[in-house]
């Protein structure tokens, strides 16, 4: 990803995860080179269809936690998902644990069969973490 992408990605963001005024202060650090945070995007007809956004978990031997990932909604089952994920799997250096966390709304069903067909195994569910009758669903997946 790059400066040029953010606003593609808070349209997207806004539209699947979060409040799309969140990405510039969240991408800003991986813009500027500091920290490990690190991005990447996927694109379908030359515009930004997808991106995905990871960092190493402080404290641990290379964890890796991929914090968002989504995909405009008409360009999707087009493998985009996928392809990002197998990019955070390969692209986060040193990476031997990835983490994905995401909620138990029906709005994420999808998302969660994604996880299970690249592999990766439920490993936590935490009633109302995100908010009363939200609930934080974990996978895993172990790299190396």
């Known amino acids: 990803a790059g400066a040029g992408d953010q606003a593609a990605i808070a349209e997207i963001a806004g539209a699947t995860l979060f409040h799309g005024e969140m990405v510039p202060e969240m991408i800003a650090p991986y813009l500027s080179g500091k920290g490990g945070d690190l991005w990447w995007v996927a694109e379908a007809d030359g515009k930004v269809a997808a991106f995905a956004y990871a960092q190493p978990e402080i404290a641990t031997d290379n964890t890796w ?14 493998g985009l998902a996928r392809g990002l994920i197998e990019t955070v799997e ?3 250096p040193g990476a031997r644990l990835l983490i994905i966390d995401t909620s138990q709304v029906d709005e994420q069903a999808a998302a969660r069969q994604t996880y299970l067909a690249c592999g990766y195994t439920q490993v936590a569910h935490i009633a109302d973490f995100w908010a009363d009758g939200d609930d934080k669903v974990s996978f895993a997946k172990r790299l190396a």
Do not use: K
């Open 90 to 92: 390969t692209g986060a």
């Open 65 to 78: 936690n991929l914090r968002a990932i989504a995909v405009r909604e008409n360009a999707r089952r087009q």
